[in-house]
Nanobody, 122 residues
Framework: QPHVVASGGGSVQAGGSLRLSCTAP????????MGWFRQIPGKAREGVAL????????ICTASVKGRFTVSRDNTKNTVYLQMNNLETEDTAMYYC???????????????WGQGTQVTVSS
């Protein structure tokens, strides 16, 4: 059973919305922080948003502030990324990760999901 499972990607037109979901079945303290990252070919993985079990959250990437919202349901050990007013520049593979360190850097996370593709067309 995978430690982290992400879903919800797809193709939308610019201005549209998508909601990504990520669950971490079987993880407890190792999912005290859950985060969303994104990556396009040839570029480094970029932190998008973090959410902690204690209720703290942050948007890591300035370009998505005001458009993306991260939330968490501790009863389901699930984190969501609501993406509104999507832009073509948001096209990327989105990854969910779980860990213990509250840091937007990808090296802070131990468990990674398989990735879900988001494609925004003009």
């Amino acid at each position: 059973q995978p430690h982290v499972v992400a879903s919800g990607g797809g193709s939308v037109q610019a201005g549209g919305s998508l909601r990504l979901s990520c669950t971490a079945p079987g993880l407890s303290d190792d999912a005290s922080v859950m985060g969303w990252f994104r990556q396009i070919p040839g570029k480094a993985r970029e932190g998008v948003a973090l959410a902690t079990r204690g209720g703290t959250d942050t948007i890591c990437t300035a370009s998505v502030k005001g458009r993306f919202t991260v939330s968490r349901d501790n009863t389901k050990n699930t984190v969501y990324l609501q993406m509104n007013n999507l832009e073509t520049e948001d096209t990327a593979m989105y990854y969910c990760a779980a860990g213990r360190i509250y840091n937007c850097g990808s090296s802070a996370f131990k468990y990674w999901g398989q990735g879900t593709q988001v494609t925004v067309s003009s």
